[in-house]
């Protein structure tokens, strides 16, 4: 087996580690699980990081588990939280499971016929039958109080630290995964999990039940973690002005996702493009290089962008998402920015100054002086408007326009916009009523 380990640390994957964890790797194929909570219908990009370490697992021989919490999910996992969950309904918890299931079916073939073909499983399957009375003799006997108390997610709640202490519900949870562990330990031969940095106190219960719960048997389990990701300046990362980053076009445009990679920093554009693309040791270490030579070229935002999101997205996405930022930041043609749909155009020009004219007067037709003064306010007077027309300075929807000209139906885009440009970064919205 090559050494998934010495890829995953040169890239800034390892945080923690159980001893033998890496010789078991190196030994043989190992079945290895991650979880996913579903408290949405999505995942955002901090899910990004258990999604690519699956996907590595996969490329190094490894038979990777994805397991969406439909059991865990209703009680709510309480680490890092200050404060108890509100609990799903199950038509709201069926609803986000399937919608997981879904978002990770893209990045791992489930239905593959390969020896180390990626597993999708949810814990519901197991946990629905299963007696209060049945889990409290069977699983509950087995781990102390003690035990469970020890951990930091518990200690901070209890001690009044984070919120206002913790319900038994939540108590419970790391009881259930590491019941899950065991689950999946028993019946598919599963020897590690691996999760964030802030999950090692819930994989370690799990090793620490498989060991309780076969004693004499085959008890061998492993954990590892990986750091959570931070930006450079301490900020939280995944988030953008609109607040999550998603992984899916309903919930975050493949332009605003393209946008916020392309928008990083060069310090974290150096950590991230390691951590988030599959890009070997050489082709990283070439491409930092020539960054540091010229920064203002940003050659790293523009591969870190590209990467991340042609394997969130697709090839063709990330086209259109290249195609629309050359629309606000490059040399667009009129046909490109006509080639948009109506969400995009707005996302693109969201913050930009807008006014409202009704269809029957562009339909009747409307001098551009008429367009520039009157009917928006874009420019201050009729003879600013001449001004700039005469100084060529003035483009409806990318294409240079005199004072003769009229706007009308053929320039619509999508049927509702029109957009007035002055100079290079000067923009107005017209929308059609």
């Known amino acids: ?8 640390q040169w890239r800034g994957l390892v945080h923690d580690m159980m001893p033998g964890t890496e010789e078991q790797l190196l030994k043989e194929s ?14 955002h990009i901090g899910s990004l990081v258990p999604i690519i370490l699956l996907v590595h697992l996969k490329n190094f021989g490894h038979k990777p588990f994805a397991l969406v919490g439909g059991a865990t999910g209703m009680i709510g996992d309480p680490t890092g939280k200050s404060d108890e969950r509100n609990l799903l309904d199950e038509e709201t918890l069926a609803k986000n499971v399937e919608g997981i299931k879904k978002l990770l079916s893209k990045f791992l073939d489930f239905n593959s016929n390969e020896a180390n073909a990626p597993i999708l499983v949810n814990n519901y399957d197991w946990m629905k039958n299963f007696t209060f009375i049945d889990f409290a003799r069977n699983v509950g006997k087995r781990i102390t109080v003690n035990y469970m108390m020890a951990k930091d997610s ?5 001690s009044g630290e984070a919120g206002d202490g913790m319900s038994f519900t939540e108590f419970t949870y790391q009881l259930i995964q590491g019941y899950d562990f065991y689950h999946l330990h028993k019946t598919h031969n599963c020897l590690l999990q691996m999760g964030g940095s802030d999950q090692w106190g819930n994989i370690t219960t799990g090793t620490e039940l498989i060991r309780r719960m076969n004693p004499e048997g085959n008890n061998k389990a ?5 750091p959570l990701i931070t930006k450079a300046d301490g900020s939280k990362f995944g988030k953008s002005e609109g607040g999550n980053v998603w992984l899916t076009a309903d919930k975050t445009s493949v332009y605003k996702f393209y946008q916020f990679w392309l928008n990083t920093s060069d310090e974290d554009a150096e950590k991230y493009i390691k951590i988030f693309t599959f890009l070997d040791k050489e082709t990283i270490e070439a491409l930092i290089e020539e960054h540091k030579q010229a920064p203002h070229l940003r050659v790293l935002q523009r591969k870190l962008a590209e990467e991340v999101t042609t394997f969130v997205h697709s ?11 050359n ?11 006509k080639g948009l749909d109506a969400e995009t155009f707005l996302e693109i020009f969201e913050g930009v100054p807008q006014a409202e ?3 029957s007067e562009v339909e009747t037709g409307i001098n551009i002086v008429d367009i520039l003064n009157t009917k928006t306010g874009f420019l201050k007077s009729n003879g600013e408007a001449r001004r700039a027309l005469t100084e060529n300075s003035i483009a409806v929807n990318k294409e240079k326009v005199t004072e003769e000209y009229s706007v009308s139906n053929k320039d619509l885009i999508n049927n509702q916009f029109i957009l007035l440009q002055r100079g290079k970064k000067n923009y107005f919205v017209i929308k059609i009523q």
Do not use: Q
């Open 315 to 325: 090839k063709e996405a990330l086209e259109k998402a290249i195609s629309a930022s």
């Open 154 to 158: 518990v200690k901070k709640r209890l």
């Open 1 to 8: 087996m090559k050494n998934l380990i010495t890829e995953l």
């Open 357 to 359: 004219i009704s269809r």
């Open 327 to 337: 629309i606000l930041f490059g040399n667009s043609t009129s046909e490109e920015l």
């Open 30 to 43: 190992t079945s290895t699980y991650i979880g996913f909570d579903p408290t949405s219908d999505s995942l």
């Open 222 to 226: 492993f954990a590892m973690t990986c």
